[in-house]
């Protein structure tokens, strides 16, 4: 491509902010289970560990308290043992801005009791 005045050669200058990774742990009640039946409660068995890559003074917007890990019961697994598991989604808070989860993120462990279950295990003892 050549402009009018017969000048082929365009000279750009590109700032590329320095990047950061750092690691966040996301505490046990922090990460929260959708699509639970409603008689339903749930306990996580772990906290989870994500990171974080982003524009260094990106990381100035992240309030570690607003991390949060969503798991949808909809979407688990079942271990052999009964336990379930489940890939969270990340959500840094409305304040992170220019920072990005890195995949793939860790499974969560979790307990599920339906208060029926309860009765029957208590009728038998």
Same mark, same amino acid.
């Given at each position: 491509?050549?402009?009018?005045? #017969?000048?082929?050669?365009?000279?750009?200058?590109?700032?590329v902010p320095e990047m950061a &990774?750092? =690691?966040?742990?996301? !505490?046990?009640?922090?990460?929260?289970?959708?699509?639970?039946? /409603?008689?339903?409660?749930?306990?996580?068995?772990?906290?989870? $560990?994500?990171?974080?890559?982003? !524009? &260094?003074?990106?990381?100035?917007?992240? /309030? $570690?308290?607003?991390?949060?890990?969503?798991?949808?019961?909809? =979407?688990l697994t079942v271990g052999e043992? #009964?336990?379930?598991? !489940?890939?969270? =989604?990340?959500?840094? #808070?409305? $304040?992170?801005?220019?920072?990005?989860? &890195?995949?793939?993120?860790?499974?969560? #462990?979790?307990?599920?009791?339906?208060?029926? $279950?309860?009765?029957?295990?208590?009728?038998?003892?």
């Amino acid at each position: 491509m050549v402009n009018e005045s #017969g000048t082929a050669k365009i000279t750009a200058t590109v700032t590329v902010p320095e990047m950061a &990774l750092r =690691r966040y742990t996301i !505490a046990k009640e922090a990460i929260e289970i959708v699509n639970l039946p /409603d008689d339903a409660e749930y306990d996580i068995l772990s906290t989870l $560990q994500v990171t974080v890559m982003g !524009a &260094l003074d990106a990381f100035d917007t992240i /309030d $570690q308290e607003a991390i949060r890990a969503i798991l949808d019961f909809k =979407r688990l697994t079942v271990g052999e043992d #009964g336990s379930y598991t !489940a890939v969270p =989604r990340i959500e840094l #808070g409305e $304040q992170a801005k220019g920072v990005y989860v &890195l995949t793939p993120v860790e499974e969560v #462990g979790f307990t599920v009791t339906f208060p029926e $279950q309860e009765e029957e295990s208590s009728e038998g003892e």
